[in-house]
């Protein structure tokens, strides 16, 4: 679904979703700490610093759901969010910040890695990239264990207002070659700001569709 595609039923799907109850769960700094598997879950992975609290917030309306900060590597574990009691949102740890130290950067990798291969329930997790720089190796290197995995995930380029039109399409263009060879990439590649909140919409369209998808 790319976004000139997403029709307006997905879009009023999508709204009403998330204008719903948004709440916290729980936190969960090791794999004994996750909550019960329960309906449909999606998560949010992405470099540190690549916009994904902010995103999440735009997504949900709401200004202080996820926790942002202008300290890359600061979310330390994965948080558990209910959408409207349809949907379990998770803001997965920033990867790729050299200054935290190696010991927890181990850590938070291997919670990571646990997480994505025994739960069942996630349906799919949005990759978000940095659209000012593209796909790097330490993104390239999760895509990988993704698709070892077998767990679906979506490109979400986020910051997409730092980028003239000609720059995007470059980039997109890009980008879907990188991963048209990948079997558990989703082919369609979202371009979100969370600054201005282009493509949120779809983004959020594009989780209505999915939810469709599974029955839920």
């Known amino acids: 679904m790319s976004q000139p595609e997403a029709d307006a039923a997905l879009l009023e799907s999508g709204r009403l979703l998330f204008a719903g109850v948004a709440d916290f769960l729980s936190s969960a700094p090791t794999v004994a700490a996750l909550p019960p598997m329960k309906g449909v879950e999606i998560a949010f992975a992405g470099r540190s610093n690549v916009g994904k609290s902010s995103l999440v917030n735009a997504l949900t309306g709401r200004n202080t759901l996820a926790r942002t900060s202008h300290t890359p590597g600061r979310t330390q574990q994965l948080n558990f969010f209910d ?4 949907l379990t949102l998770v803001d997965m740890p920033g990867y790729g910040y050299a ?23 996630l349906a799919r997790v949005f990759m978000l990239i940095d659209s000012r720089h593209g796909l790097k190796s330490i993104d390239t290197d999760v895509l990988d264990g993704l698709d070892k995995a077998a767990v679906s995930y979506q490109i979400v380029l986020t910051k997409g207002d730092a980028l003239k039109k000609a720059e995007i399409e470059a980039r997109i263009a890009g980008i ?26 779809e983004l959020r369209a594009s989780v209505a569709r999915l939810l469709s998808e599974r029955g839920a």
């Open 176 to 201: 879907r070659s990188a991963i048209a060879k990948r079997p558990a990439a989703y082919p369609e590649i979202l371009l979100t700001s969370s600054r201005d909140d282009r493509g949120v919409p």
């Open 99 to 121: 200054a935290v130290e190696r010991t927890k950067v181990e850590a938070w990798t291997d919670l990571i890695h646990d997480y994505l291969k025994g739960r069942a329930n």
């Open 83 to 86: 959408i409207g009691g349809r």
